[in-house]
């Protein structure tokens, strides 16, 4: 039994890991086959009835963003998770749609076959060869016909965003950023003067800049798209560069920044069907990555979102 119960513990850190890019990572997760569904008189939108009154799915819906209001850890919100992931399926469609990428059958077999290859070297590195293939499947509630199926519902939107998203990244032309936060004008002003009598800008950030997550980085911001959510103040900084220059302080929400443009990477003008295979060969687009596309695309005002999900932004049934 405490074997067992390690398996399945193990087993969730390694569906996250593979599923996280896909969305999803509950579904095949201790799954039981479907019981035959019984006869009901309960219609769309309508998930119980108790004598002659209905639950609707809308009062489930507030009620879980009501749970989900308390739950401090963002991993946990299910249900925010869901909304987000239909959302940006369409709005992925939406693109593949503009641009005419279809996903064929034969890809989407052969990344199911790439996930499940991955799956096996991830169990036989977690438990050293100890726990055979099938044996860890059986753990999982799960046979390898159902885990193929459920990988394959799947494989179209991961497939749809190695594409799509690594299409974007190399038409469109971004920028290599760096920049050194201060706290005050005074300061800023004072590293600006240094760097013009000739002090070294890498040393300058890590002895000074605010931001620890890129100080020791040389002040490197990730690389920039127009309407990313970059502060507007050190985008229009960077925008008035060119390659290698630094700008004089400028101040937004976070502090004084002094901008660097280190490097202008003109757009790749090659048509998307000419480099498709290309990019099918491309590593798996994590979140971050993701995250930046979709706020970029909405930027441009191409496609609009409107949200009304009962309990956020209105009242259950009405």
């Known amino acids: 039994m405490l074997r067992r119960f390690a398996l399945r513990l193990g087993a969730l850190a390694l569906l996250a890991g593979l ?16 019981a035959d569904k019984p006869k009901t008189t309960l219609k769309v939108n309508e998930v119980a009835r108790v004598g002659n009154r209905i639950v609707t ?33 369409n709005l992925l469609d939406l693109e593949a749609e503009r641009i005419g990428c279809e996903i064929k059958k034969l890809e989407i077999d052969l990344e199911v076959k790439r996930q499940v290859s991955e799956m096996k070297k991830q169990v036989q590195d977690r438990y050293g060869g100890a726990v055979p293939w ?12 159902r885990l193929e199926a459920y990988l394959g519902s799947r494989a ?7 594409l799509i998203v690594n299409y974007f990244e190399t038409s469109t032309e971004s920028y290599d950023l760096a920049h050194i936060l201060c706290k005050t004008q ?27 997550g890129s100080a020791n980085l ?38 004084w920044h002094i901008v660097k443009r280190n490097k202008t990477n003109l757009a790749n003008t090659a048509k998307f069907f000419d480099r498709r295979p290309e990019f099918l060969a491309f590593p798996d687009v994590d979140d971050d990555r993701f995250g930046r596309w979709v706020r970029v695309v909405m930027s441009r005002g191409v496609y609009t979102m409107e949200f009304r999900v009962p309990g956020v932004h209105c009242e259950p049934d009405k």
């Open 218 to 255: 040389g002040g490197k911001l990730p690389r920039h798209y127009k309407g990313d959510g970059l502060a507007a103040e050190v985008a229009d900084a960077a925008y008035a560069l060119k390659d290698g220059e630094y700008s004089k302080p400028v101040k937004s929400a976070y502090g």
């Open 156 to 162: 179209r939107i991961i497939l749809l965003k190695r």
């Open 134 to 145: 099938e044996e860890w499947l059986k753990s999982q509630n799960l046979t390898q016909e």
């Open 57 to 89: 799915a809308e009062q489930l819906i507030a009620r879980i963003y009501d749970f989900e209001a308390l739950i401090p850890d963002e991993r946990y919100k299910v249900l925010t998770k869901s909304v987000d992931y239909l959302v940006h399926v």
């Open 19 to 34: 599923f996280s890019s896909a969305g999803y990572l509950v579904g095949a997760q201790g799954a039981e086959k479907p």
């Open 186 to 212: 005074a300061t800023a002003q004072d590293v600006w003067v240094r760097l013009q009598r000739g002090a070294n800008w890498d040393d300058l950030a890590v002895k000074e800049s605010q931001d620890i």
